[in-house]
């Protein structure tokens, strides 16, 4: 079983729509990371937050250390957010990244 | 202020060729880590290194893999003999400090394909 687990793995939605991607980890963390990588492949470091929530534009992330749950989501979206995002964290004490499988997500015009 | 660079951006190799793979972090970084993506498969750790050590290679292949972040230049993966299932994208990322609680910013990637 995977450490960190992300659901949905793919999601389409229309333009316009509120999307929610959740990320839950089964290791004691410090932070948790959310990376978008590209149809082109590149990883954008998107949030790293280790309580409450952080805004960025459009994009919200949240985190809930107790129940080991984070949720990353993306108002009013546009084509342009299609890509795969990426929950990863790195357990206590540990500076590596342990990665979700990712969510592949498309926004439809 | 460049970020992280990788190059080449695209390698191709034949069976029993070396992959030499470079990675310069951002300016000021001194914490590199090394992780590749299979076809259809998501990001694994494989190496983090600081400045002439390597402080995890927990992740790293026990053959044919060696990593180097030498004192002066970039950090080099070295892939010999390399096999079809090298082929990959290799990412590397750096940061500040290397605390868990540090952002890491992601290079480009390397696309290795072994033909």
């Known amino acids: 079983k995977n450490e960190v687990e992300q659901s949905p793995q793919n999601l389409t939605a229309q333009e316009g729509e509120f999307i929610t991607i959740n990320c839950s980890y089964s290791?004691?963390?410090?932070?948790l990371h959310w990376l978008q990588q590209h149809p082109g492949g590149g990883i954008v470091s998107l949030f790293m937050?280790?309580?409450g929530k952080k805004k960025h534009g459009r994009l919200i992330a949240t985190i809930n250390i107790q129940e080991k749950h984070s949720s990353l989501h993306i108002t009013a979206s546009h084509p342009r957010d299609s890509a795969v995002y990426i929950c990863?964290?790195?357990?206590?004490?540990?500076?590596?990244?342990?990665f979700g499988t990712g969510t592949r997500l498309t926004i439809i015009p | 202020n460049a970020g992280v660079m990788q190059n080449p951006r695209h390698l191709v190799r034949r069976r029993g060729q070396e992959a030499r793979l470079r990675c310069s972090p951002m300016k000021g970084h001194s914490h590199v880590y090394w992780y590749r993506q299979l076809p259809e498969e998501g990001l694994k750790f494989m190496v983090y290194?600081?400045?002439?050590?390597?402080?995890?290679e927990s992740g790293m292949p026990k053959e044919r893999f060696s990593a180097e972040f030498p004192k002066e230049g970039p950090s080099i993966l070295r892939i010999q003999q390399v096999v079809r299932g090298d082929s990959a994208a290799y990412f590397c990322a750096s940061s500040g400090t290397g605390s868990n609680t540090d952002t890491q910013y992601f290079g480009p990637g390397t696309r290795l394909t072994v033909l």
């Open positions: 290194l600081q400045k002439e050590n390597i402080i995890d």
């Open positions: 290791v004691g963390i410090s932070a």
């Open positions: 937050l280790s309580s």
């Open positions: 990863a964290a790195p357990p206590f004490g540990n500076e590596k990244l342990t």
